[in-house]
Nanobody, 115 residues
Framework: QVQLVESGGGLVQPGGSLNLSCAPSTSIFSINFICWYRQAPGKKRELVAGMRRWGREQYLDSVKGRFIASRDIAENTMYLRMNSLKPEDTAVYYC?????????WGQGTQVTVSS
C-alpha cells in the first residue's frame, strides 16, 4: 500500500500562482508514473501533468507553458508549480501514483481561482 500526502492548494486570484506537493510513502524511483489529476464540479477527472520514472514529463494542452511538474529526490516529493492561473483551473487536484501497475490516489486538495 502506498500513501500519497498532498499539500498546497487554496484560493488565489486570476493570474496568481500556487504550488502543490505530493509526497509518496515509497521511493519516488519505484513509481512508474506520478501525476496530478483534477476534477471540476460536473466534469470528468482529467490528467493535468505527470512525470515518468526517468523524468519525462507530460502536460494537458491547456496548462502547457503555465504549469511545471518537478521532483525533489532528496525530499522524495513531486511538485506542481501552477502559474498564470485561470478560473477554469478551479478544481480538486489529486495526486496519483502508479506502482507495479497499481494506481494509488491522494485525498485531493482544492484549488480555487477567483477574484
Amino acid at each position: 500500500q502506498v500513501q500519497l500526502v498532498e499539500s498546497g492548494g487554496g484560493l488565489v486570484q486570476p493570474g496568481g500562482s500556487l504550488n502543490l506537493s505530493c509526497a509518496p510513502s515509497t521511493s519516488i524511483f519505484s513509481i512508474n508514473f506520478i501525476c496530478w489529476y483534477r476534477q471540476a464540479p460536473g466534469k470528468k477527472r482529467e490528467l493535468v501533468a505527470g512525470m515518468r520514472r526517468w523524468g519525462r514529463e507530460q502536460y494537458l494542452d491547456s496548462v502547457k507553458g503555465r504549469f511545471i511538474a518537478s521532483r525533489d529526490i532528496a525530499e522524495n516529493t513531486m511538485y506542481l508549480r501552477m502559474n498564470s492561473l485561470k478560473p477554469e483551473d478551479t478544481a480538486v487536484y489529486y495526486c496519483n501514483a502508479n506502482v507495479r501497475d497499481v494506481d494509488y490516489w491522494g485525498q485531493g486538495t482544492q484549488v480555487t481561482v477567483s477574484s
